[in-house]
């Protein structure tokens, strides 16, 4: 998924959209919260500098407390509002990637409470890529921010449009901003600088090669087992659906749904490549193509999941994306939606 200039594609807000914004604000500074849209996911808002708020964004969303938010800023020149010792680094790629999927790790500011960050001296930071959000932190001045996870239950498939928040969370959340389908799809790259060293803790939607063009030097990608700095979306159990979904090599797709259907189980298929034209018919399996390019994939990845988990099948099998850097967000997802600490051996 290479880099887009979010920064050019700003169209007008129409009136209605306008007055549903400064509601949505009125609700944030009342200590209520607000669903709204960015370019990767819907993401569920609160006051950053409202306890109770936030408190009230780990109740909806059943999310373990010491698992931070990543806040949403308006604009780069209240970066150090909220953080502190930022490294030149970070201040390029804010320069470069602003607004867009990028959220940057960095020191927090004595302004972030303890709730926001579970405890870390370090706070994720990120400024969204819509018109809604980025009009909707401009209604709420320079003095505030937004707490904002993805607008879903904890551990389940991430929201792409309004509807999806209705569904998920439904009248748990004070207001839902309607802004259409999001633009990425999937949630933004994480990138920490520890010892002043840039780090992917969770590929997205900015690919290493482009940060790495950016800072003209290398861009180190985290594995789980050597992460120390807790991040959204970093546990090996992670956007999944509630149908099991297993991933499997091209070679081995067909004999594992095959094997699943000998046992009287509905399973679907999901491929990137041409490979089930070429398959015998089988009344238990169902096939769907998902796009050969990681970036189409990505926009629509999160919607048919939850489009094919109300489905009646027993299983999904997907496909493993190609092995390439580009890909790396896609993998990313699916390990998580797919992991099972008793069977998580995939072919």
């Not at 969303?61 to 209240?78: E, F, N, Y």
């Not at 502190?84 to 470069?96: E, G, K, N, T, V």
């Not at 020191?107 to 972030?112: A, K, N, V, Y």
């Not at 937004?146 to 209705?166: C, E, K, M």
């Amino acid at each position: 998924m290479e880099h887009t200039q979010y920064k050019q594609n700003k169209p007008n807000l129409t009136a209605e959209q306008q007055d549903q914004i400064t509601a949505a604000a009125q609700i944030l500074r009342e200590g209520g919260t607000v669903a709204f849209p960015t370019e990767t996911v819907y993401g569920l808002g609160a006051d950053v500098t409202n306890p109770d708020a936030i408190n009230k964004i780990y109740q909806i969303k059943q999310r373990p407390i010491d698992h931070p938010l990543i806040v949403h800023i308006g604009d780069a020149s209240h970066l150090d509002t909220w953080a502190q010792a930022i490294p030149d680094s970070a201040w390029q790629l804010a320069s470069h990637f602003w607004p867009g999927p990028l959220t940057l790790i960095l020191q927090r500011s004595r302004r972030i409470p303890d709730s926001v960050t579970g405890g870390q001296d370090t706070v994720g930071l990120r400024i969204p890529a819509h018109p809604v959000a980025l009009a909707l932190l401009e209604a709420l001045g320079p003095e505030k921010s937004l707490a904002a996870p993805s607008a879903n239950r904890f551990g389940r498939i991430s929201p792409t449009t309004a509807a999806h928040v209705q569904e998920e969370l439904g009248a748990a959340v004070d207001m839902i901003l309607d802004g259409g389908a999001c633009e990425v799809g999937l949630e933004s790259t994480i990138i920490s600088f520890h010892d002043q060293s840039p780090q992917i803790l969770r590929p997205g939607g900015i690919t290493l090669s482009a940060l790495e063009s950016v800072l003209d030097s290398p861009v180190l990608l985290a594995h789980n087992t050597s992460q120390t700095i807790r991040t959204s979306g970093s546990l090996l159990a992670h956007y999944a659906p509630a149908t099991p979904l297993k991933i499997y090599s091209t070679k081995h797709l067909w004999n594992r749904a095959l094997a699943l259907t000998a046992q009287g189980l509905r399973v679907l298929i999901i491929t990137w490549s041409d490979i089930g034209q070429s398959q015998p018919s089988n009344q238990s399996i169902e096939q769907f193509s998902m796009p050969a390019d990681p970036i189409t994939y990505g926009q629509q990845l999160y919607a048919k999941l939850r489009q094919f988990d109300q489905a009646a099948f027993d299983y999904m099998i997907i496909e493993a994306p190609p092995e390439h850097p580009s890909w790396l967000a896609i993998t990313d997802r699916l390990q998580r939606a797919s992991y099972n600490p008793f069977d998580n051996k995939q072919n």
